[in-house]
């Protein structure tokens, strides 16, 4: 048979899992960062051949009795979906040829939409806003987190629809788009300018007694560079010691979590096990000689997953910084795109990583140092005030 050129980009874990009614699922803004590098190989074997008859014979059965108009196209799509699906991973799907495009465009962490995090809500069977941007439209209109989507542009949409209002969400910039939302028991509407959007900005302040404060909710293509500058901007400022808050971050690219890590470890420490279907083992290690030299505090709670948990989990193991907060999410699988000729692809799980010590993460996660769980008082964990951040207030105990 002859063998397609395909695809290949380098490894990468998908933003999944940080809420917690369901998995985290793809932004209004994706999140994905991949990169295009060489052709994959893809053969047929007997097993497609006879799914191959199966489904023609199916064709057969439509064409003979179906009423109305067949989309042969949309059928060959959802065929194929299906059949990924049938895997039973969560991570694991199927790309259309017009999604690629998006998947690819999303390399940089700048995107055109309107500035929102979403996830599944199964209790309102609505698709609910996780966080706003700063300094994107939503924000600037006044979307809260919290607030539920009942339509995009008068169509109105269910949990299950979140990838097609993410879509619909996005749009070329300078373009509007209306959005209804349910906030408690009132209904808001707004209309909102399409603008490019900078994903995952580092953010960063010193807090009582010279620590040193970085944030940052996923792992983009330049959040190394960002989180070395944002340091190096408050390590002129006499910082001491470092809280690094990776509380609601679903991960991102695996290269990023290690370089910041590499910041903080000594050159040739191990940070990272990698293990295929076949028990091969990649071992990544500290590249460079540490830049931070201080006492470090890692916030997580449950919705830190993926790339997080890589970062907490190497510099836990590592002795180099403590972790406050609840156990991580437990996404320790890692994820690679493969394009095929005809212009769409599939993302699939590929390998399972492991900590410096060999501790699995996948459907574990991470135990906290100190276990300090939100105050009741809070109602809602994505946007807490810092005097009631109970997690944040120990941290800055155990470091004064």
């Given at each position: 048979m002859k063998k397609e050129k395909k695809y290949q980009i380098y490894k990468i874990i998908m933003i999944v899992a940080i809420a917690v009614f369901i998995t985290f699922m793809v932004t209004s803004l994706s999140l994905y960062t991949y990169f295009v590098k060489n052709p994959v190989s893809v053969s047929s074997s007997n097993t497609s051949k006879s799914l191959s008859s199966k489904l023609a014979r199916y064709k057969e059965i439509i064409n003979q009795y179906y009423l109305g108009d067949v989309d042969e196209t949309?059928?060959?799509?959802?065929?194929?979906k299906g059949y990924i699906e049938g895997l039973g991973d969560p991570y694991t799907e199927y790309i259309s040829k017009e999604d690629m495009d998006s998947y690819l465009d999303d390399t940089m962490g700048n995107f055109v939409g309107i500035g929102i995090y979403m996830i599944k809500n199964t209790q309102y069977d609505r698709i609910q806003v996780l966080s706003t941007i700063k300094g994107g439209p939503a924000e600037k209109a006044g979307i809260q987190a919290g607030d539920l989507i009942i339509s995009v542009d008068g169509v109105e949409y269910k949990a299950d629809d979140m990838t097609t209002a993410s879509n619909n969400i996005k749009g070329e910039e300078g373009t509007k788009v209306t959005?209804?939302?349910?906030?408690?028991?009132?209904?808001?509407?707004?209309?909102?300018?399409r603008e490019k959007v900078k994903v995952n900005q580092v953010e960063g302040k010193v807090i009582s007694n010279n620590i040193g404060y970085i944030k940052f909710t996923s792992f983009d293509e330049t959040?190394?560079?960002?989180?070395?500058?944002?340091?190096?901007?408050l390590s002129k400022q006499n910082i001491k010691s470092l809280i690094i808050d990776l509380r609601n971050n679903g991960g991102g690219i695996v290269d990023q979590a290690l370089e910041i890590a590499d910041y903080m470890t000594d050159k040739d420490s191990v940070l990272l096990y990698e293990v295929d279907k076949n028990n091969k083992e990649t071992v990544k290690k500290a590249k460079e000689d540490p830049i931070i030299n201080m006492p470090i505090i890692i916030l997580t709670n449950e919705n830190t997953a993926s790339a997080s948990e890589i970062l907490a989990g190497a510099l836990k193991?590592?002795?180099?910084?403590?972790?406050?907060?609840?156990?991580?999410?437990?996404?320790?699988?890692?994820?690679?795109?493969?394009?095929?000729?005809?212009?769409?692809g599939l993302k699939i799980t590929i390998e399972e990583y492991?900590?410096?010590?060999?501790n699995k993460i996948n459907k574990v996660g991470i135990e906290p140092d100190e276990k300090v769980e939100l105050s009741d008082s809070v109602s809602n964990p994505f946007n807490v005030q810092e005097i009631e951040d109970t997690q944040l207030q120990k941290a800055i105990e155990m470091l004064k």
């Open positions: 949309k059928l060959e799509e959802g065929a194929i959005v209804e939302l349910l906030r408690g028991a009132e209904t808001v509407k707004y209309e909102l300018t959040t190394a560079e960002d989180f070395k500058a944002k340091y190096e901007e193991d590592l002795g180099k910084a403590k972790t406050v907060g609840t156990t991580t999410y437990g996404k320790g699988v890692i994820q690679q795109i493969l394009k095929l000729n005809d212009g769409s492991q900590t410096p010590n060999k």
